[in-house]
């Protein structure tokens, strides 16, 4: 049950007396908690559950976690609406609806560490950090020795830096360009 006591502790994240500690721990799993609260509302989850999902056989002994799943995963209800004029985009929690507000604004907050590109979004910063991964560059472009993560990057790649379009005849050309790139790589690299 949220109440008074909870919701202080939640939202106006008043520090607990024993220093945020998870001393409060669980007989039955071993999950701790630092507030008393929490460890309350844990024990409920061990119990016979309340309520369970025609649709699924998900199983909750609490309200609010059942009224989600059902809203969110079978009636699809979208009740977090973009306020931006020119967005009709809806969201299942306030949590989504935040992090989507960033796209309509100009601040890119989320710096890469290695080539100190910025993005609007936490997620659109983790995607590129697989660009720097030398494993998962596995695309090469077939004109220069351009590598990439994704297929579409190198073909955007190709189309904008090449200017050439995918046709059958490229595409025969691109295999020949590519076996030629893969040889000088592997008598580029120095043999262990």
């Known amino acids: 049950m949220y109440n008074m006591k909870s919701h202080i502790k939640h939202i106006h994240q008043i520090p607990s007396k024993n220093g945020s500690k998870k001393v409060h721990t669980c007989e039955e799993c071993g999950r701790s908690y630092s507030y ?30 059942f009224k989600n799943h059902m809203n969110n995963r079978h009636l699809k209800l979208r009740p977090f609406k973009c306020p931006h004029p020119l967005c009709n985009k809806r969201f299942f ?55 990439f993560s994704y297929a579409c990057n190198m073909k955007t790649h190709i189309k904008n830096i090449h200017q050439v379009a995918q046709d059958d005849t490229v595409k ?21």
């Open 93 to 147: 929690n306030n949590g989504m609806l935040t992090g989507h507000l960033a796209v309509h604004t100009s601040e890119r907050k989320f710096k890469c560490k290695q080539c100190k590109k910025t993005f609007k979004t936490n997620d659109n910063l983790r995607q590129h950090m697989i660009s720097h991964r030398p494993a998962d560059r596995r695309h090469s472009c077939p004109y220069c020795l351009g590598t």
């Open 36 to 65: 008393k609260y929490d460890l309350k509302q844990h024990y409920k989850t061990h119990g016979t559950p309340l309520y369970v999902c025609e649709y699924c056989g998900f199983q909750s002994s609490r309200t609010q976690t």
């Open 172 to 192: 025969r050309e691109r295999k020949k360009i590519r076996k030629l790139n893969k040889t000088i790589k592997s008598r580029s690299t120095p043999s262990v």
